[in-house]
Nanobody
């Protein structure tokens, strides 16, 4: 399984970006998915995660009401719509996956498949 992110870039505060993650897997619907972000010299933190069918989502408090995670299993895609972006959202954003043998998790250590990341810069 490979994950490839796209959609990052530079935007002014208050603007929007939509991140996309394409998965090369035959049955994406068997994986929990998530978006994580990391700034230099800091740990990778969860931004938003979504269950196999999309029925359950969790967000970190700082993005609630501004970011929306979604998935399209038929297209093998994961998305993150980011609105009202703030300078503190600046980070490298990663999509990640793990086989859904249990409950949806926000812990990076539970995810074993990672993309290469896409940079988001808000000024």
């Amino acid at each position: 399984v490979q994950l490839v992110e796209s959609g990052g870039g530079s935007v002014q505060a208050g603007g929007s970006l939509r991140l996309s993650c394409e998965a090369s897997v035959g049955a994406l619907g068997t994986y929990h998915l998530g978006w994580f972000r990391q700034v230099p010299e800091s740990e990778r933190d969860a931004v938003a995660v979504i269950s196999t069918t999309g029925s359950t989502t969790y967000y970190t408090d700082s993005v609630k009401g501004r970011f929306t995670i979604s998935r399209d299993n038929a297209k093998n895609r994961l998305y993150l719509q980011m609105d009202d972006l703030k300078p503190e959202d600046t980070a490298m954003y990663y999509c990640a996956a793990y086989w859904a043998y249990g409950r949806l998790s926000m812990k990076p250590s539970d995810y074993d498949i990672w993309g290469q990341g896409t940079q988001v810069t808000v000024s």
